[in-house]
Structure formats: C-alpha cells, structure tokens
C-alpha cells in the first residue's frame, strides 16, 4: 500500500458514485462503507489478536440488522441484493460482507472465507496495525497500490482516523446543501438518524445505546416502538418530517466536518464538490487522482464521466418556494462554513 485516503463528508453527496468511479482504476483498492460497517466498535484501544480483529469485521452491525430485520434497508446494503450464504434471519451477516465485500468481487462469500483464514492467524497488535495489514492483503489481492475509504456520515470520524492513521489523507466530498438535505429526507437511513436524535433530544442521552428503561418508556409510542428488535418500517419511511430539519442536520454535519478537517496539514487535505464533478468531470477527476497518488489514466477518465448523472442537480429547485426558502435558510451555516473552508 503506498497511500491511504478517506473520502468523508455528509453522505447522499454522490459518494456512491464516487467510490463506483473510484473502484473502477486499476491501482486503487476501494474500501466502499467500511467505517461504516465496523462503526466505532472498530476501533478499540490496546492489543487485539488475529481472531479478535476477524470479530470486528465479521459480527453482523447490530442496527444494520435490525433495519433488515424490520423491513427497512437502506439502498447501500448491497448483499441483500445479491444475497449468499449468510441472511438476517439465520446467520446474520457479516459486517464486511454487507457493503464492502460485494463493491470488490461478485464472490464475497468466497473472498470472506479467504480473509477469514489469514487474519484469525495473525499476531497480536493494534486495530491500526491490523487494518494496515489488512489493506496490504487486500491491495496484494486485487494488484492496487492506494487505498481509499469512503463512508456516508463519516466526517465526524476525521479525528479518529487523524489519530488512528496519522499518514492518511481526507478528501471532503460535499454537496449543494439544500439538494442534500432533500435527499436526506428521502433516504432510509438518514430518516432513522433524525428520529434517533429526536430520540436522544426528548431523553437527554448521549447515545441510544446508553438509554434507561425509564427512559424508553417516557417516550411517544411512535419513537420508542423504533427502539424494539424489530419495528414499523412505516414508523420511519411513512412519518411526516420536517424537510428544512434535515437541513439544520445537513449544516450541523457540515460545520463540525470543515472544523475537524481544519486541523488536518492542507498537504493531506482536498475538497470535492459534487457540483464540480459534474461540471468539470475529467479535471475533477484527474486532480482526486494525484491527490490519491495514481496515474489519471484516460480510459479511466472517459469512464467515470460517463457514470455522473447530472440530473440529480437542481432536485430542490423543484419544491414550492416556502420549503425551498426553508430548506435555504437551514443549510446557510452549513454553506457559510464551506465558503470558508474553501477560502
């Protein structure tokens, strides 16, 4: 591996294009949703053996599960689409094998089975010294030389991996705000993240993990029926939101993600926005390139172009004017912030 880099940002910001784009080089091994899967359980502090790492990787995430579970899976979720040897109902699945396994080979289950024997063997070490090893394998695997990450909602993991990968380097990838507000708003599991922190404002928690029973009982029935094994997927795909509280969401994101990669040397650091990929997508693409450090060989060029789907600007130019103003109004510190990060 000769860089590692993390695209991080919002999410719903053409991401998921993005790291189809990005997969799509010969010399980058594209970690799709792996912070994401492994959430902060990955990341434990002291020595871990082979096997406790393997853990880390392969226990099924405990609220993707549940969404499945409960009839609400997000789009990402791309083994359910295509689906193996493992399911929710009978194994649970692997929380590698959800998202980033299937971005990388059409045989996930064999590619787990393979790095399942390698790396319960491997010594005791720290989680950053066995996720080095891992892209090792991986980039030895697939013939690639750079590594990029790239999760939805993850900008507020810029310390972590400052302090995890002192080496790495970030790409912010963001968006116009009010379209991804919008977008937000429409999206499984962002929908389920502002229910969550309504959640967490009426009990004064810190985290949904750490809530009382007292708590979940003081609840509406609405919230705490989320918080069961199973629930409603309607309790979260049919309830009326508030379209402008995703923006506040969208800015509060965005202004803690700009301060934390504000701490970041600006040689290890670059933005990317959305906007500007569609519009410039072969120098926007060919910059991303040498700031990962690979060739922006043309045919890869000419590919990724072709992959930006420029009508998904715009989407929130097509509300009525109060919850455009709405929507504008709530995401102007987020966009102010940006403005200065940029500047």
């Given at each position: 591996m000769r860089t590692l880099t993390f695209v991080v940002g919002t999410g719903r910001s053409g991401s998921t294009a993005l790291s189809g784009i990005?997969?799509?080089?010969?010399?980058?091994?594209?970690?799709?949703?792996?912070?994401?899967?492994?959430?902060?359980?990955?990341?434990?502090?002291?020595?871990?053996?082979?096997?406790?790492?393997?853990?880390?990787?392969?226990?099924?995430?405990?609220?993707?599960e549940r969404?499945?579970?409960?009839?609400?899976?997000?789009?990402?979720?791309?083994?359910?689409?295509?689906?193996?040897?493992?399911?929710?109902?009978?194994?649970g699945i692997p929380a590698l094998s959800l998202m980033v396994l299937p971005h990388l080979t059409?045989?996930?289950?064999?590619?787990?089975?393979?790095?399942?024997?390698a790396v319960r063997g491997w010594p005791a070490r720290t989680a950053a010294g066995h996720y080095e090893a891992l892209f090792g394998l991986l980039c030895a695997r697939f013939g690639s030389s750079a590594v990029v990450e790239r999760s939805g909602?993850?900008?507020?993991?810029?310390?972590?991996?400052?302090?995890?990968?002192?080496?790495?380097?970030?790409?912010?990838?963001?968006?116009?705000?009010?379209?991804?507000?919008?977008?937000?708003?429409?999206?499984?599991?962002?929908?389920?993240?502002?229910?969550m922190r309504e959640i967490l404002a009426r009990t004064g928690a810190e985290r949904v993990e750490e809530l009382t029973g007292e708590q979940v009982r003081s609840l509406p029935p609405e919230l705490s029926r989320l918080l069961a094994d199973r629930f409603d997927p309607a309790l979260v795909l049919d309830r009326e939101l508030p379209v402008a509280g995703f923006a506040a969401l969208w800015s509060e994101i965005v202004v803690r993600g700009v301060?934390?990669?504000?701490?970041?040397?600006?040689?290890?650091?670059?933005?990317?926005?959305?906007?500007?990929?569609?519009?410039r997508p072969r120098e926007e693409l060919a910059r991303l390139a040498a700031f990962i450090g690979v060739e922006p060989l043309p045919?890869?060029?000419?590919?990724?172009?072709?992959?930006?789907?420029?009508?998904?600007?715009?989407?929130?130019?097509?509300?009525?004017?109060?919850?455009l103003a709405a929507l504008r109004e709530g995401c102007a510190a987020g966009e102010r912030a940006l403005a200065e990060g940029r500047g």
């Open positions: 990005v997969n799509a080089h010969p010399d980058v091994l594209s970690l799709n949703e792996l912070l994401s899967s492994v959430q902060s359980r990955g990341f434990p502090e002291g020595l871990l053996t082979g096997a406790g790492f393997w853990r880390l990787l392969a226990d099924p995430n405990p609220l993707f969404m499945i579970r409960s009839g609400a899976p997000m789009p990402e979720f791309v083994y359910t689409r295509r689906p193996g040897r493992f399911s929710t109902a009978t194994t059409d045989d996930p289950d064999g590619l787990f089975d393979e790095l399942e024997k909602y993850s900008s507020d993991r810029v310390p972590l991996l400052r302090r995890t990968f002192p080496q790495a380097r970030f790409v912010h990838l963001f968006r116009d705000g009010p379209d991804c507000a919008l977008s937000m708003s429409r999206h499984t599991g962002y929908r389920l993240i502002f229910l301060a934390h990669l504000g701490g970041v040397p600006a040689p290890m650091r670059t933005t990317l926005a959305y906007e500007d990929l569609l519009d045919r890869w060029l000419d590919a990724g172009a072709a992959r930006l789907d420029a009508g998904r600007r715009g989407a929130s130019l097509r509300l009525p004017p109060a919850e």
